[in-house]
């Protein structure tokens, strides 16, 4: 006779089921509040949480000749070339990420179609998020959806600041280009420059709406652009701004078709060629520094490099280097966005954290035409990826330019 103790139990067959169930009623409790909002019951009895997210081509479709949805430049995919001391793309790192694509997508980067979205009837909001305060937006429509752009998205901070009495501002027509973090000098100088040179093509700067907001890094890179902020409906950030009729430009971050552009309307050629070695240090940072620099920078400085610390230089002297520069190496951070200003065919060495694998600088490379080479760090310390420093093999490194340099002569 089976001891019952230790008798077979028979199998939760139902458990399976009921986790289903549960995971229904959960996505249900967050939908059913969408649904009644996009009935039109006012999403003030939600306390603004629950905003439903549409396309832009949805909102177009449904408001018909109110708005419009036009493609200037079709979808495309380039074939780019393998970081230089990669041999086989299934070396490098497949995780996706915060980014939405990995460093293994970037030999087959695909960039999404360059669009103008017409909305009818909206209304932007914005406020300071997190401890960073990073500047975050969001865009209503009329039946109090919201209308999804890149790095564009309703959050609960939205909800918060839709539940205050807060500064409204009233226009009929107007063009927005902000994504979140605008004000971060890589976001600003791929993102957002960009977009302000296309505007500037199309004849749409007299309508686009300027952060009030802005850097003396932003304000000069404007001026070297040809664009004068102050003539611009200016933004604050905080405010509901009701639009009649909102342009929104739809592009993808690292389009070589849009990035080429600033690098010939800010750096001008050279004709003697870069020459230039620059090592951009972040000794000075809050994080991300390089711990055993002053064992690698003796060995820099004997091949030529100069020492550079971006904070010390204003943002066309920053250019005014990169113009001269055949070579840079630096840790991961945002000095290594104004590789855009080097000539094209620069060779680019990123020392970074394989655990923390951002494939930013790698594509925006591979945008502007460089050679890009990837050096593996350790990470030290704990806390958030972005604020660890590191440290790297000297050896390695001087390894690395050996064949930067050699090839440079070939």
């Known amino acids: 006779m089976t001891d019952p103790v230790h008798a077979p139990r028979p199998a939760p067959l139902f458990r399976g089921r009921l986790d289903s169930v549960l995971g229904w009623l959960h996505w249900q409790r967050k939908r059913f509040p969408q649904r009644l909002i996009s009935l039109g019951v006012p999403p003030a009895l939600f306390g603004w949480r629950p905003i439903p997210h549409i396309s832009p081509q949805t909102h177009v479709a449904e408001f018909g000749q109110a708005g419009d949805f036009e493609i200037l430049e079709p979808e495309e995919t380039r074939a780019n070339f ?5 041999e086989d793309c299934a070396a490098l790192n497949p995780d996706a990420g915060w980014w939405g694509y990995s460093m293994r997508d970037v030999p087959t980067r695909r960039s999404a179609a360059i669009a103008l979205a017409t909305l009818s009837n909206v209304r932007v909001l914005s406020f300071l998020d997190g401890p960073k305060r990073n500047f975050t937006p969001a865009i209503l429509d009329a039946r109090n959806r919201a209308v999804e752009f890149p790095q564009v998205r309703f959050r609960p901070g939205h909800a918060e600041l839709m539940r205050r009495s807060v ?4 226009v009929s027509d107007a063009v927005w280009f902000l994504e979140r973090v605008y004000d971060n000098h890589s976001h600003w100088l791929t993102a957002h420059l960009p977009k302000l040179l296309l ?4 004849g749409l700067l007299d309508r686009t709406i300027m952060p009030a907001q802005r850097s003396a890094a932003m304000d000069a890179s404007l001026a070297m652009i040809g664009i004068d902020p102050t003539k611009m409906l200016q933004y604050e950030t905080g405010t509901v701004l009701e ?3 909102l342009t929104v430009p739809v592009t993808d971050r690292f389009d070589p078709r849009l990035l080429r552009p600033v690098r010939e309307a800010c750096a001008r050629h050279d004709p003697d060629g870069p020459s230039a070695r620059v090592f951009i ?7 991300r520094k390089l711990l055993n620099e002053d064992a690698l920078w003796p060995r820099l400085e004997a091949l030529g490099f100069q020492r550079v610390f971006m904070e010390d230089l204003d943002f066309p002297e920053q ?3 990169m113009q001269q ?5 630096a840790p991961h951070g945002a000095g290594l966005t104004n590789m855009m200003f080097c000539p094209e065919g620069a060779d680019i060495v990123e020392l970074a954290d394989p655990d923390y694998p951002n494939p930013n600088f790698y594509a925006l490379a591979a945008a502007m035409g460089h050679r890009y080479w990837l050096i593996d760090a350790q990470a030290t310390g704990r806390g958030h990826a972005l604020e660890k420093d590191l440290t790297v093999d000297p050896d390695s490194v001087i390894g690395v330019l050996d064949r930067v340099l050699a090839a440079q002569v070939s």
């Open 82 to 86: 393998l970081p230089a001391n990669i």
């Open 199 to 202: 505007l500037k093509k199309l």
């Open 167 to 170: 500064p409204r501002m009233q």
């Open 319 to 321: 250019v005014r280097l």
């Open 281 to 287: 240090s972040r000794a000075r940072a809050r994080g």
């Open 325 to 329: 520069t055949s070579i840079i190496v």
């Open 243 to 245: 639009v009649d009729r």
